[in-house]
Nanobody, 121 residues
Framework: VQLVESGGGLVQPGGSLRLSCAAS????????MSWYRQAPGKERELVAA??????????NYADSVKGQFTISRDNRKNTVYLQANSLKPEDTAVYYC?????????????WGQGTQVTVSS
């Protein structure tokens, strides 16, 4: 199982980034996918989530990023995206991709290695 994030970097306030998370080694379309972030000295927090294809691909966002970030998935490419617009310095963090599936017997959860997003002038 692999989750590989990309697309992070240094961006000026007000700028945009598109993060990608490429998945392999599991049945991607059956998994709910999420983006989390962790800023220095803070706990990891959920940013955005999208349900599995079977569950309709509905989305959910942290209040702090509603209207600013958009999560989407391409089940043909086994990839989940996070479009981050109007970035602010407080969005600076390591962004992690998570895949989750509950079989009814156990929960499967996988994490990527993270991609750094730095918002600074």
């Amino acid at each position: 199982v692999q989750l590989v994030e990309s697309g992070g970097g240094l961006v000026q306030p007000g700028g945009s980034l598109r993060l990608s998370c490429a998945a392999s080694g599991f049945s991607f379309s059956n998994y709910a996918m999420s983006w989390y972030r962790q800023a220095p000295g803070k706990e990891r927090e959920l940013v955005a989530a999208i349900t599995s294809a079977r569950a309709g691909g509905s989305t959910n966002y942290a209040d702090s990023v509603k209207g600013q970030f958009t999560i989407s998935r391409d089940n043909r490419k086994n990839t989940v995206y996070l479009q981050a617009n109007s970035l602010k310095p407080e969005d600076t963090a390591v962004y992690y991709c998570n895949a989750k599936f509950n079989s009814g017997i156990r929960e499967y959860s996988y994490w990527g290695q993270g991609t750094q997003v730095t918002v600074s002038s």
